[in-house]
T-cell receptor
Framework: NAGVMQNPRHLVRRRGQEARLRCSPMKGHSHVYWYRQLPEEGLKFMVYLQKENIIDESGMPKERFSAEFPKEGPSILRIQQVVRGDSAAYFC??????????????FGPGTRLTVT | GIQVEQSPPDLILQEGANSTLRCNFSDSVNNLQWFHQNPWGQLINLFYIPSGTKQNGRLSATTVATERYSLLYISSSQTTDSGVYFCAVEPAGTDKLIFGTGTRLQVFP
């Protein structure tokens, strides 16, 4: 059973370019979360999505960042006009359909974005 | 918002030693998970433990939700245990994980 997949694993962008990070959840999971880890820090929540819906984007910067999880295909985190401060590891997690309780989140290997 | 504090921040052990890592949180939670981030940056799920005790090989964890803390026990540590250990909690009424500050563990042969 394949885990959460992210690509690319490493991405280098020059200032001002766009970065697109992809995440395919585990089979059977319909909930996706994105987290960012700045160097030498813990992970910080960015956004929580279900298919075609953004449920909670309270951790997303107001400008330049967007996320989607279309009906078909992977979830995409897009960063427009990247700046050096966007350099970080971006992790995606998925969980199964939520019922009455919380469910374990499973994390992908991350995408390491470097802005030069 | 909820505060998640881990102690100690740094831990240096010789191979074979045992250790206990602590995670305190300031409010009610639906979920608590422990992770190991290895030196290559990969995040490995260790335990999903909103309450009670679980064991997996040399690792075990206990969460006392009513007293708002969790403990991770590592026995007979190995050099491959090196890395950063994070606890993360899901505050009641939300669906996002809030990560603690981490404990950096170094195990020497």
């Amino acid at each position: 059973n394949a885990g959460v997949m992210q690509n690319p694993r490493h991405l280098v962008r020059r200032r001002g370019q766009e970065a697109r990070l992809r995440c395919s959840p585990m089979k059977g999971h319909s909930h996706v979360y994105w987290y960012r880890q700045l160097p030498e820090e813990g992970l910080k929540f960015m956004v929580y999505l279900q298919k075609e819906n953004i449920i909670d984007e309270s951790g997303m910067p107001k400008e330049r960042f967007s996320a989607e999880f279309p009906k078909e295909g992977p979830s995409i985190l897009r960063i427009q006009q990247v700046v050096r401060g966007d350099s970080a590891a971006y992790f995606c997690a998925s969980s199964p359909e939520l019922g009455d309780g919380a469910y374990e989140q499973y994390f992908g290997p991350g995408t390491r974005l470097t802005v030069t | 918002g909820i505060q998640v504090e881990q102690s100690p921040p740094d831990l240096i052990l010789q191979e074979g030693a045992n250790s206990t890592l602590r995670c305190n949180f300031s409010d009610s939670v639906n979920n608590l998970q422990w992770f190991h981030q290895n030196p290559w940056g990969q995040l490995i799920n260790l335990f999903y433990i909103p309450s009670g005790t679980k064991q997996n090989g040399r690792l075990s964890a206990t969460t006392v939700a009513t007293e708002r803390y969790s403990l991770l026990y590592i026995s007979s540590s190995q050099t491959t245990d090196s890395g950063v250990y994070f606890c993360a909690v899901e505050p009641a009424g939300t669906d996002k994980l809030i990560f603690g500050t981490g404990t950096r563990l170094q195990v020497f042969p």
